[in-house]
């Protein structure tokens, strides 16, 4: 395989042009404007919000004519020098190059350089600029540690909110000085806030009045303690952080509502919140409350409360328990991905619950009455999108034949027909004008490149085509579409879906190894039915094959995204029907397909993904010749995330001898290589408990060294790893 192409599939999102509009909203509704094409014919295009009608938004020349006689140097290239801008007037955008700004008048064309800030107003943060931009600042996840977010200005623009030493803490964007709201926080016991990352709704912890926070104080006493090394420096350290073992103390959290103006703290009256999760969902309209929900350590109960923000006195709403898991632990603990959301109006409550069978909506007033169940049928919703008007807008899988397409749909509150505004194979990416009037339809499928389309918030098309990836240099460099499959589980009824992979110089005429990425946990489905050169999972897939191999992606029963009993199959026995499953499907795909070499398969994952690739090796030594496994999440006493689906260690203690890894290694017979980061506190340990083992067991296996990295690997030592793997599967699968 020509080293040129796996390096150009190293980045892969490069070879795709044009597969994500930006989208350029006017304040007045009216337009939408965007850029697209290759560097040296970029174009911004403006796009009629009212006929759907799309005309140059300006002359490319004469702006890069404009920017040459403000800056004096001639931008690079022949198209526009920016991917993106904004509208700050009808008829004026504003844009950068690099770090530096400016503003068109589209009309004069005249292009505006903003006066850069006083040197010394900017070194005291006294600059406008450096009092309104929002800084980073570190806060604590559970389990992660310390981790980097962004202050949010309060709704009236007059604080920016943060965690400083372990205190919330509030920074004016008058004159940028910082007031504690709290003054108690330690590293054992420390005040923290939601926040989200990239790509994730906003987590609004003020009042809508910006005049409360919503804060919790974590109490860390008695939670174990794990290091994390750092050898890279002159002098040798160490990091600490706290992390909950399945079975053990568990970090106990308490919600406040914090006054602005310094009076004293207001504490949710949750009772004792140890063993539980509480968290905070949103604010009324008027501020005079906030709902809250409550989850039991082990994720079988949610209790719904409205909580007075004057006394902090409680009332329930409604509460929701099942057999298993209500939510998991790392929609709760990580994604806020709560399945609970206040409309607009703070009149209504919209709840995703899985009782019938699917994942459907539920209606509740502020009384904690069921008022409707608002739908129904063999197809789950997956999130809520927006409310406006009188319709809840919602993505599903609701195509009952292709159970991972990804639709927008509405539904009436209060209830009514099911309306599927979105229509062809694929995965549907919504973005809705901030007028909720129209929306961004960017669609895809596994072989069939994004296009973009405008619709109208009734889903009737403005524009069927905006937007249409072009995908040239891709085919340049040589590509082979990517093929999506339907298979059955081990137990011959169930259907699995999944997404082969091909090398770009494909040859039906061949035989090819097989290399399976594999994650198996029940906490995200893996299999990208999107274009793959869009950015996530899907480029894994891809990257792979290009080793000269058919990679492979599968979503086995006990993931989620389905119906309940098939997510259920993780239940108290979490590990007990992946591999089959996986191996099963690449039987039937070597059935099929005189291209697969089913003597030569070897799989690949990382974190829980590299359990399950341990256990292929043992489960289906048949199928699966050589692994390689990397952030190895090998034990499951290691941590509370395993509690959601095998209960507790002292109630359950064959489920947790079931999936004892370790004790399994004098049954590996198949080659294999373990990678870890020696700073990744989280799974290191178990990476080198793994090689103990096998070591005790007579047992060869390589392993990988990455010296002060984490969780997830940096560009270098992940191209290092790539490489170490290649050369693995090379030398063991005989390609």
Request: hydrophobic residues 40%.
């Amino acid at each position: 395989m020509s080293a040129a192409v796996l390096e150009a599939y190293r980045d892969l999102p490069k070879l795709v042009r044009d597969a994500n509009l930006i989208p350029a909203w006017s304040s007045d509704g009216k337009t939408l404007g965007f850029v697209a094409g290759a560097p040296d014919a970029r174009q911004a295009w403006r796009v009629d919000l009212t006929s759907g009608d799309k005309t140059p938004l300006l002359d490319v020349q004469r702006v890069r004519d404009a920017l040459k006689a403000a800056t004096g140097v001639t931008p690079p290239g022949a198209g526009l020098p920016f991917e993106a801008f904004g509208f700050v007037g009808p008829d004026m955008i504003a844009f950068a190059i690099g770090a530096d700004r400016f503003m068109l008048d589209l009309n004069r064309f005249l292009v505006i350089r903003p006066p850069a800030p006083n040197m010394i107003d900017t070194m005291f943060g006294q600059s406008a600029e450096a009092r309104m931009t929002p800084r980073t600042f570190k806060r604590s996840l559970p389990m992660v540690g310390q981790v980097d977010a962004y202050e949010v200005m309060s709704p009236d623009g007059r604080n920016l909110l943060s965690i400083q030493d372990y205190n919330v803490s509030l920074r004016s964007a008058y004159d940028g000085r910082t007031q504690a709201l709290t003054t108690d926080g330690t590293r054992e016991v420390e005040w923290t806030i939601d926040w989200a990352f990239p790509g994730m709704p906003p987590v609004t912890n003020w009042s809508p009045q910006g005049t409360h926070v919503a804060a919790y104080m974590v109490d860390n006493r008695g939670v174990p303690e794990v290091l994390s090394m750092h050898n890279l420096g002159n002098f040798e350290h160490s990091s600490r952080y706290y992390f909950p073992k399945a079975g053990g103390v568990l970090e106990s959290h308490r919600l406040f509502v914090l006054d602005v103006m310094g009076n004293p703290p207001v504490e949710i009256q949750l009772g004792d919140t140890r063993d539980h999760y509480p968290v905070f969902v949103g604010w009324l309209p008027d501020g005079s409350e906030l709902v809250v929900l409550q989850m039991s350590r082990d994720c079988r109960r949610i209790d719904v409360f409205a909580a007075s923000a004057i006394t902090g006195a409680v009332r329930k709403l409604f509460s929701e328990e099942g057999k298993t898991f209500v939510r998991i632990h790392h929609d709760i603990y990580f994604n806020r991905k709560l399945g609970c959301s206040l409309t607009p109006d703070g009149r209504h409550l919209l709840w995703q619950s899985e009782r019938d069978g699917w994942n459907h909506l539920y209606q509740y007033d502020l009384d904690g009455r069921l008022e409707a169940q608002l739908t129904s049928g063999d197809w789950p919703v997956t999130a809520v999108e927006r409310v406006i008007g009188g319709h809840v807008y919602f993505s599903a899988h609701c195509d009952r034949k292709r159970p991972y397409d990804l639709h927008l749909c509405r539904v009436a509150l209060g209830g009514g027909t099911v309306e599927q505004l979105t229509e062809g194979e694929g995965v549907h990416r919504v973005s809705f004008a901030p007028n909720g009037e129209t929306f961004l339809d960017t669609y895809s499928s596994v072989s069939a490149p994004p296009v973009t389309a405008l619709r109208r918030v009734d889903g009737s098309v403005l524009n069927a085509e905006l937007l249409r990836a072009d995908i040239t240099p891709l085919v340049d460099v040589g590509y082979t579409a990517s093929e999506e499959f339907c298979v059955k589980a081990a137990d011959g009824e169930t259907e699995l879906w999944g997404v082969m992979y091909k090398p770009h110089d494909f040859d039906a005429g061949k035989r090819y190894p097989v290399i399976e990425w594999i994650y198996g946990g029940p906490q995200i489905t893996i299999a990208e039915h999107g274009f793959p050169a869009l950015p996530g999972r899907a480029n894994i897939g891809m990257r792979l094959a290009q080793l000269g191999c058919i990679a492979i992606m599968l979503d086995a029963r006990g993931t989620p995204e389905r119906n309940k009993a098939f997510h259920d199959t993780a239940a108290e026995d979490f590990q007990g029907t992946v591999t089959a499953d996986h191996a099963a499907a690449l039987r039937q795909l070597a059935e099929r397909h005189a291209y697969i070499d089913l003597d030569r398969v070897g799989v690949t994952g990382g974190s829980w993904g590299a359990y399950f690739g341990f256990r292929c090796l043992i489960d289906q030594p048949e199928v699966y010749k050589a692994a390689t496994v990397f952030a190895p999440g090998f034990d499951p006493l290691s941590c509370v995330l395993y509690e959601c689906y095998l209960g507790f260690p002292q109630t359950n203690p064959d489920g947790y001898r079931k999936a004892d890894i370790f004790a399994m290694a004098p049954r590996l017979d198949r080659p294999l290589m373990i990678a870890g980061g020696t700073a990744d506190h989280a799974t290191w340990p178990d990476a080198i408990k793994m090689t103990e083992a096998l070591i005790r067991a007579g047992k060869d296996h390589e392993f990988v060294v990455l010296p002060d990295q984490v969780h997830g690997f940096g560009s270098v030592h992940q191209d290092y790893l790539d490489n170490k793997q290649a050369a693995f599967f090379r030398r063991h699968l005989g390609f």
